[in-house]
């Protein structure tokens, strides 16, 4: 990638220990933007203790390393060191299908935040865990009824945003930090879309980063924290 040319948008991949799922990831994502000169890549290592890194260096990315353990955290590292005015992120685990990404890029022109739903297809229900589905669809009610927001899932991991409008908006360190920002754009008054993409069954050798009974109370925490807002 050109260096010189401007950098109008900054992609953001977390990543934890993803060596079986990384490659396919990235080689999914620069088919569909190739060698766009306004796009960067950034690859945010949370601690990985594999070849995640170095499977990572074989495409044209930018990798930066945050040693504090969280998703928020990885997220908030990689928006703090990205260059493009709008951001799009999701995970290094390849379970998003990101041919959505081009229109959803554009969808950023015109509002602020922009989510890829995952549970409007009901063939991806298959691809998640049992407890995973119930408690996300459970969440997005409760987001729906007490917040009046019209999300059906709360928990995607894969969305895009403007970078002035998010830069700061949440200190959430971990999984809490999606449903943050979302609660948190929404209390702002901020433009909110949803658009449904396919989203597919993990890799076999690829663990998922949620611990269910720890993320779930923190979730629930945030949750609470957005309605009963304490100066936070």
């Known amino acids: 990638m050109n260096t010189n040319k401007q950098i109008l948008y900054s992609i953001i991949i977390p990543v934890l220990n993803e060596e079986f799922t990384i490659v396919e990831t990235l080689r999914n994502l ?4 190739k060698n766009d000169e306004k796009i960067e890549v950034i690859i945010v290592d949370n601690g990985s203790t594999d070849q995640t890194l170095k499977k990572s260096r074989k495409f044209p990315v930018r990798i930066i390393y945050e040693k504090k ?21 999701f995970d290094g685990d390849n379970t998003y299908d990101l041919s959505k990404l081009p229109f959803m890029l554009k969808l950023s022109l015109k509002y602020d935040l922009i989510i890829g739903n995952r549970l409007k297809f009901k063939k991806n229900h298959s691809s998640f865990s049992s407890v995973n589905l119930i408690g996300n669809k459970l969440l997005s009610l409760f987001v729906r009824i007490f917040f009046k927001l019209p999300i059906q899932d709360t928990q995607s991991g894969f969305r895009v945003f403007k970078k002035k409008r998010f830069f700061n908006l949440s200190n959430a360190t971990g999984m809490e930090y999606a449903l943050d920002i979302l609660l948190r754009a929404s209390k ?28 779930s109370l923190k979730i629930f925490k945030q949750f609470l924290l957005n309605f009963f807002p304490i100066n936070n």
């Open 30 to 33: 620069f088919n569909i933007i």
């Open 69 to 89: 353990k969280g998703y928020g955290r990885a997220l908030q590292a990689g928006i703090y060191h990205s260059k493009g005015d709008f951001i799009a992120i």
């Open 188 to 215: 702002s008054q901020y433009s909110i879309i949803e658009i449904p993409i396919n989203y597919y069954l993990r890799h076999k050798e690829s663990k998922s980063k949620l611990e269910i009974r720890k993320d």
